[in-house]
């Protein structure tokens, strides 16, 4: 299938920062185009089938790579995959021909209520063949490979006998899908549960990962007066998380990394600069990476 | 059919307390080391309100004005109990906030309420509809005179007309495009709206009694001939061409007879 539109360069994203696609930027960006690695789109905004946001985004892609980054799958959802959904998706992409596509480890619709949030699944088992059987389905529908997220979460579940990495380890063997991690999700589910992110990390199948989610928290606190972080990519990136980053960085190499800032968008510079940041670590891991090879 | 075991027999019972703040944290769903999680699932019931209020004011900016932010999320939140979302796609959501707004008794008293929210509506369905080339009024001018009565103009799939008791158009302005602009908004007025987005700006107009039901009637798929009987029926010194010639320039046609333009 051919796109609708010629693009002057390569789906593929290069191995830096990228930012979430906002509207409220769209004018600068087509004004300016602005040295930035790609762009990341929601799907489920482009899935009317015209005017202003197709247009800008046809646009757009003649520029710059994308990637397209489901949240409305319900992947871990019980009842089966929305295939009218799956439909959709596949026409974003077939018009859009982006160079990676992702969903989230989360459920967000029952029934046919369609909540809006990256809800929370137990690690069983049972959740796990289930889950295995989303991603081939989608896996099949997209005729490409996915890349799973792992989730930021506030609960537990006392069915569960799998811990996460364990669990995305397995759908990743058993599916053949790729991972997208973010960093900041790893920091807020590692302090909501007590765990510790390096060690979540040193579990992680990080030569599974292709990408790179980073993204600001709120702090809160729970009953027991303990921490909790919400994932409310409502601010800058945490020092915690750009650590962690770093962290990732040097040990896999370079890779996509996006910047998500969904809420309380700020203006252009201040995004920009993020991004600025994730490309300095990737950079320095790049040259480090030039360096183990070299001996 | 067959009623196969869940794979995840707690679903129901999270997905239930989701919107319903009485119910209790479901069972099974644990904070740290076990311990109940009341805050932490709060986290996910406010996620979902949150969320979906604030899809609900991005469609619904003008309401929002009207009713203030405090009273528009009180609302939201009976709104978001009674009609959940059913698709993934929030742009779709919200569909039903007129009729809600309409028969919720303590807005009695605002009866244009519900028209100010089918205006928004209305302009986000043209400012998401399809894309479509324009009728030229060079194409229509090309039909002979003795087929011009049976012609029928085919809609242009940004088109649409409100007609509203009020004054739905200045309510709009006042409260949503120019929040800035002094004056006040006489309410005896009545106003009807036709919507139209030639290329990606969503263009919107008051436009008189007669012009409304020639518009409506082609829209509708009637012949010309039989849309001027009724925009005559609406105002017996209606103007035709006229008319006609404000419809095309609005650009709510795509083509003539079913041929596209």
Redesign the interface.
């Known amino acids: 299938m051919t796109a609708a539109f010629p693009s002057r360069i390569d789906a593929a994203l290069p191995q830096r920062a990228g930012v979430g696609l906002k509207g409220e930027h769209v004018p600068e960006i087509l004004a300016n185009r602005p040295d930035i690695g790609f762009f990341e789109i929601h799907a489920?905004?482009y899935?009317?089938?015209?005017?202003?946001?197709?247009?800008h985004l046809e646009t757009i892609r003649r520029d710059y790579p994308l990637s397209l980054h489901g949240?409305?799958?319900?992947i871990g959802g019980?009842g089966p995959l929305?295939r009218d959904?799956l439909t959709?998706l596949r026409k974003v992409a077939d018009r859009y021909e982006p160079g990676l596509f992702s969903e989230h480890l989360a459920?967000?619709?029952?029934?046919?209520?369609?909540?809006?949030?990256l809800?929370p699944?137990?690690y069983t088992e049972?959740?796990l063949?289930?889950v295995v059987s989303h991603i081939n389905q989608v896996q099949d529908a997209m005729g490409r490979q996915m890349l799973l997220e792992n989730p930021s979460t506030?609960?537990?579940?006392?069915?569960s006998t799998l811990s996460e990495t364990a669990f995305l380890r397995e759908i990743v063997q058993r599916t053949g899908c790729g991972l997208l991690l973010d960093v900041n999700n790893v920091h807020v589910s590692a302090t909501?549960?007590?765990w510790s992110a390096e060690t979540y990390l040193s579990e992680f199948p990080l030569d599974q990962v292709q990408e790179i989610h980073l993204g600001g928290h709120a702090p809160?606190?729970?009953?027991?007066g303990?921490p909790?972080l919400?994932d409310a990519h409502d601010r800058a990136v945490d020092q915690e998380v750009w650590r962690l980053f770093a962290l990732v960085a040097n040990r896999v190499g370079p890779l996509p990394t996006l910047i998500e800032w969904d809420n309380d968008v700020p203006a252009w510079p201040v995004l920009l600069d993020e991004a600025r940041s994730a490309d300095r670590i990737l950079s320095g891991a790049a040259s480090r990476e030039l360096r183990r090879a070299h001996g | 059919m067959v009623d196969h075991p869940?794979?995840?027999p707690?679903?129901?019972a999270?997905?239930a307390a989701?919107l319903a703040p009485d119910l209790p944290v479901p069972e099974?769903?644990?904070?740290?080391?076990?311990?109940?999680?009341?805050?932490?699932?709060a986290?996910?019931r406010n996620?979902?309100v949150v969320?979906?209020t604030e899809?609900l004011k991005a469609t619904y900016p003008a309401v929002t004005a009207l009713l203030g932010e405090e009273y528009f999320s009180a609302l939201a939140r009976l709104y978001i109990n009674a009609h959940?979302?059913?698709?993934?796609?929030?742009?779709r959501y919200g569909a039903e906030l007129s009729e809600f707004v309409a028969t919720f008794a303590p807005l009695a008293a605002y009866p244009y309420l519900a028209d100010v929210a089918r205006f928004e509506w209305a302009w986000l369905q043209s400012?998401?509809?399809?894309?479509?080339p324009v009728l030229a009024a060079a194409d229509l001018a090309a039909v002979p005179p003795e087929a011009l009565a049976g012609t029928i103009l085919t809609a242009h799939?940004?088109a649409s007309v409100l007609v509203s008791a009020f004054p739905v158009f200045d309510l709009v302005i006042a409260n949503r495009f120019e929040p800035e602009a002094s004056g006040s908004v006489d309410l005896s007025e009545s106003q009807t709206v036709l919507f139209s987005?030639p290329d990606?700006?969503v263009m919107f107009r008051v436009i008189p009694a007669g012009t409304a039901a020639l518009a409506a009637a082609l829209l509708d798929g009637q012949a010309l001939g039989n849309a001027a009987e009724q925009a005559f029926e609406a105002d017996p010194a209606f103007d035709f061409s006229q008319g006609l010639s404000v419809l095309l320039a609005a650009g709510i046609f795509g083509g003539l007879d079913g041929r596209a333009a």
Do not use: C
């Open positions: 489920e905004n899935m009317e089938v015209g005017g202003a946001p197709h247009r949240v409305g799958l319900s019980a929305d959904h959709r459920w967000s619709t029952h029934d046919t209520t369609y909540y809006n949030d809800l699944l137990p049972a959740t063949a289930h506030y609960v537990a579940f006392a069915e909501n549960h007590g809160d606190i729970d009953d027991d303990l909790l919400i | 869940s794979p995840v707690g679903r129901k999270f997905a989701l099974g769903v644990v904070g740290r080391d076990g311990r109940p999680a009341g805050k932490r699932f986290v996910y996620n979902v969320s979906l899809s959940p979302p059913q698709s993934p796609i929030l742009s400012y998401h509809a399809a894309d479509a799939p940004a987005r990606i700006d």
